[in-house]
């Protein structure tokens, strides 16, 4: 999965990673079977895994290591925070926490319940400088539906 890392040069910052090309699978319904003999709890905790993988490889890294991954999304803030609607959704779940850190929202985004609808959004930013308006209305539709 690391073969589509792409690095983002952001002046006068550090290289970020981020591939961009990674589709999240961990909330995707097929992948349980009719035929898998798994009780909810056991599915949740696949999902869990699956969640885990799928952070690691949007940004491009093997193991897991809070560290890490918190200095790979403060990088990334600074790549992104121009976008209003990114700012828009941080700024939204940052608030949830009685905070107004826009960066604390932009690693809010990460979370479980969000990172399947934000990783698309932030790629197609990365990739195109813009973001779809039907990929940034899902993402504040679960941001509201999860408060």
């Known amino acids: 999965m690391l073969l589509n890392c792409k690095r983002f040069k952001n002046k006068p ?11 999240c699978r961990y909330h995707l319904d097929n992948i349980f079977l009719d035929t898998d ?24 890294i093997t193991e897991y290591n809070d560290e890490v991954i ?11 925070i121009g976008n209003k609607d990114i700012k828009e959704c941080s700024l939204t779940l940052a ?24 990783h698309v959004c932030i790629s197609e ?4 400088g813009i973001i ?5 209305d899902k993402l504040k539709i679960q941001i509201e539906n999860v408060n």
């Open 95 to 118: 608030a949830q926490y009685l905070n107004q850190d826009c960066e604390f929202g932009l690693m809010i985004l990460f979370a479980y319940e969000y990172m399947h609808l934000s």
């Open 132 to 136: 779809n308006k039907d990929y940034i």
């Open 37 to 60: 003999k798994v009780n909810d709890d056991e599915k949740q905790y696949i999902r869990d895994l699956l969640y885990r993988e799928d952070l690691l490889n949007i940004f491009c």
């Open 70 to 80: 918190n200095g790979c999304i403060q990088d990334l803030y600074k790549r992104v």
């Open 125 to 128: 930013f990365l990739e195109n």
């Open 13 to 23: 910052f550090n290289f970020i990673m981020y591939n961009t090309k990674y589709e």
